[in-house]
């Protein structure tokens, strides 16, 4: 028979005509092409005669490929699917390219939503831009936690997008014609890692590779964007408000408790000072007293106040060193937010004592005539022959006592032509040894009036910087007690800490040795004399006291009121007297740090760009994908299955697309396996599992040769085919393959 005609195949077959798909398809007599045809020419011709071939008969493998093929034998019996192979079909009527069919909607649902999905990222984008310095709101948070999804969902979005990019790509590419390196670089590019390893094993370093490394490197630059595109930071608001404060300097307008002489005074000092004497060191080196009010430091210690500096500076405090305050109680400032930071400036004046070095005398004191022969020129406020017993109760004595020898000083109420320009003098005495020792200190009181700016963080206040007075410009000489409440508070200074025996020691001859907790250190002082206190810590410290007394004087029961206290009842002297005090007010600076969300607009500006870049490819791919003229087969495995010998598979459903096509066939099991095994050099192929070794040459000894090739039964088979220019599978009996060829 001549190679280039097949209906000779059918003469002698067992099975005639049944079972065989049989077409017409022309054939040409002197044809040197297997399929009946020219070479290269795959035509039809309209007036060549039709032959009735076998449409699934592989032609036969010439002599040098080393390759055999056989026709399937479509009476095998039906198998685990139901009908034989080639009797199983899909679909009762073939469906065409891009037809509609029931797997189509969900498949149309999906690209749908991945099309459109990009537009969440552009949502949350644009909404980040406009949260941005708004204060939080349930709104925001919901977006916050959207957000948070970013580094994991948008890479997941964006390979599905990039890759069905990448897939359209190569099927156009390839319907249209492509070198085979361009379409391996598209469909394997399905991810970041992916893409460059298809462009270092193909070496294809060329634009085209380089842009697509490029675009998956997108992926993980867009998910970090989404995650820091908002934030929440704080904004400061600022407002002005009205602060009311202690005013110490209104000696003119308002009187202290010392204005008259009742037991109510010695109340308040006991319990003011003793409160004050009972603060941990801590507390007392802090810039705010127990109660929270602030403490105004010594400006002397900054700069001195009898001196001018020229333009009266600010001067800045120091936080971190210590500083000699002014007094051991601060000043109240009230209606100060209770968060936030306020910013305001206030005017106090304290009274500042310069005392040097003592005088110590050892003698014996007992004798009645013994202080009228110290004190020649006598004693103003105290009596000369006992000047350590009270006024009012010559029981009670103290172990030091307070005297003036100024006949005359200058009230800040006088007019400041009678002003008299000297200091005021203090002198205290101290017998810490029973009447056997008298220690002295000469000491002079000025007034220091300031004005200090104030930083409060809610409730808790610190001076931040101080400056000399430009309100209160008085000469430091004026005192803001009158001539009645100095004398008073003589008197009853001795005795603030309460009426102690003979033996005992004044916790504020204690205080003044230099002891931080003078109530606890027992009835004997730490020291048996002012000897070894230098005039310096004793100034600091007497100052330190006399303030305290004297602003317990004034403010009588508010002190204990505390930074932030509502002063609305307490500022009028015309209130109840246990809680009246002179306040005076003062613009403040009110700065709420408010919560606000924080856009990062580098970032926004990231995730818009790269959104949108991703946007065009979900539209290119969606529409490359429904209109491809071919369906796409390009890297699944079920296109395997398309014509293959080594397979029985229904010949209808050429037009799937590779994914639909493996749903139909995924119960088929399929082995790669050598087809060509008694060759040298075996033949790699995918068939169907138990059916690939049935499409492989096999030994002679398992099959039974029929027709003009019987002759060459007892060759391997390999020599058989050298002689038999054609075979077949025709049947299997008794457990050996029955073979038909022809010579």
């Known amino acids: 028979m001549p190679r280039n005609n097949y209906t000779s195949l059918l003469e002698g077959s067992p099975f005639g005509d049944e079972g065989v798909e049989l077409t017409e398809v022309p054939a040409l007599e002197n044809s040197d092409s297997p399929h009946g045809l020219p070479d290269g020419d795959t035509t039809s011709l309209p007036n060549a005669p039709l032959r009735r071939v076998m449409t699934k008969l592989i032609p036969t493998r010439r002599a040098t490929s080393r390759l055999n093929y056989k026709a399937l034998n479509t009476q095998e019996s039906s198998g685990k699917y139901g009908k034989t192979d080639a009797q199983q079909t899909f679909f009762t009527k073939p469906p065409g390219l891009n037809d509609w069919t029931g797997f189509t909607y969900p498949t149309l649902f999906w690209d749908v939503l991945l099309t459109i999905a990009p537009v969440t990222y552009l949502f949350f984008a644009i909404i980040a831009r406009i949260l941005d310095k708004q204060p939080l709101s349930e709104f925001g948070a919901r977006i916050q936690k959207g957000i948070a999804f970013g580094p994991t969902i948008f890479p997941i979005m964006f390979a599905a997008v990039v890759a069905r990019l990448m897939r359209g790509l190569a099927l156009r590419c390839a319907t249209r014609g492509a070198h085979l390196g361009l379409l391996e670089q598209l469909t394997g590019s399905l991810s970041l890692a992916s893409a460059v390893e298809r462009t270092v094993f193909l070496r294809r370093f060329d634009i085209s590779a380089f842009m697509i490394i490029l675009l998956w490197l997108l992926s993980p630059l867009g998910g970090q964007s989404s995650l820091r595109i908002l934030d929440v930071t704080t904004m400061a608001n600022v407002t002005q408000g009205q602060i009311y404060y202690f005013n110490t300097t209104s000696g003119v307008d308002y009187t202290s408790s010392f204005s008259s002489a009742d037991d109510y ?50 001067i800045s405090v120091d936080q971190t060193s210590h500083k000699p305050w002014s007094s051991l109680t601060g000043i109240m400032i009230g209606g100060i937010p209770p968060s936030g930071m306020s910013k305001l400036t206030l005017e106090s004046s304290y009274l500042e004592l310069s005392c040097p070095d003592g005088d110590h005398n050892d003698r014996d004191f007992s004798l009645s005539d013994s202080y009228k022969k110290f004190f020649r020129s006598g004693l103003q406020f105290r009596n000369i022959s006992a000047p350590f017993t009270y006024v009012r109760d010559e029981h009670a004595t103290s172990s030091f006592f307070l005297d003036s020898r100024s006949r005359h000083f200058s009230h800040e109420s006088e007019p400041e032509q009678d002003y008299i320009n000297t200091p005021v003098n203090l002198l205290y005495a101290s017998n810490l040894c029973n009447h056997l020792q008298l220690d002295l200190f000469n000491c002079s009181i000025g007034t220091a009036r300031v004005e ?292």
């Open 265 to 314: 005074v010695s109340f308040l000092i006991t319990t003011v000072l003793g409160a004050s004497f009972m603060e941990s060191e801590t507390v007392q080196n802090s810039p705010v007293d127990q109660w929270n009010n602030v403490k105004i430091p010594r400006l002397n210690e900054l700069s001195p106040f009898t001196d001018a500096v020229p333009g009266n500076p600010w």
């Open 452 to 743: 200090s700016d104030i930083t409060c963080h809610g409730t808790s206040c610190i001076v931040n910087r101080m400056r000399r007075s430009e309100i209160y410009t008085k000469p430091p000489f004026s005192m803001p007690f009158n001539k009645v409440e100095f004398r008073n508070m003589l008197n009853d200074l001795p005795f603030a800490m309460g009426v102690l025996h003979d033996a005992v020691v004044s916790p504020i001859d204690q205080y003044l040795l230099g002891s931080n907790t003078p109530l606890t250190a027992g009835f004997k002082p730490i020291a048996t004399n002012f000897s070894g206190v230098p005039g310096k810590v004793f100034s600091d410290r007497l100052t330190a006291t006399w303030n305290t007394v004297w602003q317990a004087s004034m403010a009588k029961g508010s002190i204990a009121l505390g930074a932030g206290a509502n002063f609305s009842a307490n500022f009028s002297a015309d209130s109840n007297y246990e809680a009246s005090f002179p306040s005076a007010s003062s613009k403040a600076t009110i700065t709420h740090e408010i919560p606000v969300y924080a856009a990062n607009h580098l970032f926004i500006a990231n995730l818009l760009a790269i959104t949108l870049i991703l946007q065009v490819c979900a539209i290119a791919g969606h529409y490359l994908k429904y209109r491809a003229t071919a369906p796409d087969i390009l890297g699944y495995v079920s296109a395997m299955t398309i014509e293959n010998p080594h397979m029985h598979v229904p010949p209808e459903a050429n037009t799937l697309d590779g994914l639909e096509r493996a749903r139909y066939l995924q119960k088929m099991k399929v082995q790669l396996a050598d087809v060509d095994q008694d060759q040298v050099e075996g033949h790699l192929a995918s068939g169907t599992l138990n059916e690939t070794m049935q499409s492989a040459n096999f030994p002679a000894t398992d099959c039974t040769l029929h027709g003009p090739c019987t002759e060459y039964q007892r060759l391997p088979l390999q020599r058989i085919e050298d002689h038999c220019a054609e075979w077949h599978l025709t049947e299997m009996r008794g457990g050996r393959k029955h073979i038909r060829g022809t010579l």
